[in-house]
């Protein structure tokens, strides 16, 4: 079993991710406990995500969906919580699709990435699936993956 790591640890890793993603300049290791103020959009969005994170898990029976959202994509992917093992995944940012999803709103895309994830899925003989919306609200993009996932064939 895993050691838990703290509270801080995570919020740390988290604010390392957002700095390169976003391409800003992050100060040192050592500097980050007294300069550093993490955006307050990134910690509440943490919070909600731990809290969800320590109700859902999943299993290999009833893997865990898993959402990810950025500004212009969508990726969602199925994960057994025993194994550590990531079964099926589906993105809207694969170069084979890329001129699929043209011309379409980001909603209707999350809706085929919700089929596409249902397709895999059913490949690999996963039909119950126990839903982690990662912190973002049930709505939008979020819902339509959902929703997309459902008329593919997968128990929520």
């Known amino acids: 079993m895993k050691a838990k790591i703290s509270v801080v640890k995570k919020v740390k890793r988290l604010v390392s991710k957002f700095f390169r993603r976003t391409?800003?300049?992050?100060?040192?290791p050592s500097?980050?406990?007294?300069k550093m103020k993490v955006p307050e959009k990134i910690q509440r969005r943490f919070k909600v995500k731990m809290r969800v994170r320590k109700k859902v898990t999943g299993t290999a029976e009833r893997p865990r969906l898993t959402v990810y959202r950025s500004l212009n994509h969508i990726y969602?992917?199925?994960i057994d919580d025993d194994k550590g093992v990531t079964l099926a995944a589906a993105t809207s940012n694969?170069?084979?699709?890329?001129?699929?999803?043209?011309?379409?709103k980001k909603s209707e895309v999350s809706k085929k990435v919700g089929e596409m994830l249902a397709e895999n899925a059913k490949a690999k003989g996963i039909t119950k699936v126990v839903f982690d919306r990662n912190g973002y609200q049930y709505h939008g993009r979020v819902k339509a993956l959902a929703d997309g996932a459902r008329e593919g064939g997968l128990e929520f």
């Open 23 to 28: 391409g800003r300049r992050q100060l040192s």
């Open 31 to 34: 500097k980050l406990k007294t």
């Open 76 to 78: 969602a992917q199925l």
């Open 94 to 104: 694969k170069k084979s699709l890329e001129g699929s999803f043209k011309g379409m």
